[in-house]
């Protein structure tokens, strides 16, 4: 077991301790000063919670690591402390279907690469569909904007000649 979960957890560890580093200790004076700099934790424990945050905060709060009523805090050892537990879990669920011989198998593998792939295609479309119809839709309602400032400012326009020649129905 050390050579397919050992030896990755190991390097999980290294990354995580690393990460700490550079956030908490080396960048610590300019994530205080700039509340706009965004981390994995920060982004995860922001209002609307996503999909992940919600599970790891209700499992949080069932295991009595968080009051009923308490909110991740993206400052708080607390909530990193959460975030990390999750990260780890999901490391380890990732690195399970190894240990179950998935390389032992060649058929099992190609099922496994095959749904991989699949899973990523629909995230990757899923992304491009929901960024590019938002981009889409708020290009459309520039240009709608554009003409119809373009509108008023040719309606002003007419206006202003129908003023020198004494209006509609002068004569």
């Given at each position: 077991?050390?050579?397919?979960?050992?030896?990755?957890?190991?390097?999980?560890?290294?990354?995580?301790?690393?990460?700490?580093?550079?956030?908490?200790?080396?960048?610590?004076?300019?994530?205080?000063?700039?509340?706009?700099?965004?981390?994995?934790?920060?982004?995860?424990?922001?209002?609307?919670?996503?999909?992940?945050?919600?599970?790891?905060?209700?499992?949080?709060?069932?295991?009595?690591?968080?009051?009923?009523?308490?909110?991740?805090?993206?400052?708080?050892?607390?909530?990193?402390?959460?975030?990390?537990?999750?990260?780890?879990?999901?490391?380890?669920?990732?690195?399970?279907?190894?240990?179950?011989?998935?390389?032992?198998?060649?058929?099992?593998?190609?099922?496994?690469?095959?749904?991989?792939?699949?899973?990523l295609t629909w995230n990757g479309a899923n992304y491009y569909f929901e960024v590019f119809s938002r981009r889409y839709e708020e290009e459309l309602e520039?240009?709608?904007?554009?003409?119809?400032?373009?509108?008023?400012?040719?309606?002003?326009?007419?206006?202003?000649?129908?003023?020198?020649?004494?209006?509609?129905?002068?004569?």
């Amino acid at each position: 077991w050390t050579e397919w979960l050992g030896a990755p957890l190991v390097v999980y560890g290294l990354w995580q301790a690393a990460y700490v580093l550079a956030v908490d200790v080396v960048s610590a004076p300019e994530m205080r000063r700039d509340r706009t700099l965004l981390t994995s934790v920060r982004k995860l424990a922001s209002k609307p919670y996503s999909p992940l945050a919600l599970w790891s905060l209700r499992a949080a709060r069932a295991l009595r690591v968080m009051g009923p009523a308490e909110e991740f805090d993206a400052d708080s050892p607390k909530t990193k402390a959460v975030f990390m537990a999750v990260q780890l879990l999901y490391t380890v669920a990732s690195i399970l279907p190894v240990g179950a011989g998935l390389v032992r198998s060649r058929r099992a593998h190609l099922a496994f690469l095959i749904a991989l792939l699949l899973l990523l295609t629909w995230n990757g479309a899923n992304y491009y569909f929901e960024v590019f119809s938002r981009r889409y839709e708020e290009e459309l309602e520039r240009r709608r904007a554009k003409a119809k400032r373009g509108e008023e400012g040719q309606g002003a326009v007419r206006a202003e000649g129908n003023a020198g020649t004494g209006g509609a129905g002068a004569g």
